[in-house]
């Protein structure tokens, strides 16, 4: 069946199921079954064990704001284009650390930190999981990250949890899936919103936005928990 270029082939489409979507990027390194199996097995090995020992469970990652912004839609009189004026300083950012916290039956906690033109590495591990531990109390925490090499082949950072597993125990995510990552959906809260379409004049400013934008989620502690669920991993 053939159907001219103005045809209304989209409601065809629509009436037997189909929608418009933009398409997700996976990466082919991916191991679906590692993937699988940690969902499966892993993930609830953690929350029993956080349950026992009456730990928190910790999300880590790490982002870049720069000064090139997400471009997100806005609004504009008809013909009437918007145009963003930024600085292409590619190489200029402030990096971003943040820290989703759960416990059963406490509200999440989440903390952050920034390291303008600068970028975090195993150096900074240890003071930061130091200083998250006295913000979070004394208690034993599982810290759950990807598999940079600063995170789980650092001689460094190997060190610092030896040295700490009183109280701290490491389990890394799975590689190439960002998606069991709460802290992923930060960054996308933070990027899709208050830094979006976001052209600060230099480093400090962009600095400065992104701190304020991180204050307002720390605030929300309440929107943690769906970044949880939205992962797909199971929590009470």
Not at 76 to 91: D, N, P, T
Not at 97 to 106: K, L, M, V
Not at 121 to 132: A, M, S, V, Y
């Amino acid at each position: 069946m053939r159907f001219a270029a103005t045809a209304g082939v989209w409601r065809l489409l629509r009436r037997i199921g189909y929608s418009h979507h933009r398409p997700g990027r996976r990466a082919v390194q991916r191991d679906e079954q590692a993937i699988t199996e940690w969902r499966e097995v892993t993930w609830p090995d953690i929350v029993a064990q956080a349950k026992r020992t009456r730990a928190w469970i910790v999300f880590e990652d790490e982002a870049g704001a720069m000064l090139t912004p997400p471009i997100r839609g806005t609004w504009a009189k008809r013909g009437a284009r918007v145009i963003l004026r930024c600085s292409y300083a590619h190489e200029r950012k402030t990096s971003m650390a943040a820290f989703a916290c759960y416990r059963a039956g406490r509200l999440p906690k989440m903390f952050y930190a920034l390291a303008p033109n600068a970028s975090f590495t195993e150096n900074e591990f240890g003071p930061l999981l130091t200083d998250l531990h006295a913000r979070l109390g004394p208690g034993k925490v599982i810290l759950v990250w990807d598999r940079l090499s600063a995170h789980v082949t650092s001689r460094k950072t190997k060190a610092f949890i030896a040295a700490n597993a009183s109280w701290l125990s490491v389990v890394p995510l799975p590689g190439y899936a960002p998606e069991l990552d709460p802290v992923e959906q930060i960054w996308a809260w933070i990027k899709n919103g208050p830094l979006a379409n976001y052209c600060a004049a230099n480093l400090a400013e962009l600095t400065d936005a992104a701190g304020r934008a991180l204050d307002r989620l720390c605030k929300q502690p309440e929107l943690l928990t769906p970044f949880l669920r939205h992962t797909g991993l199971d929590w009470p």
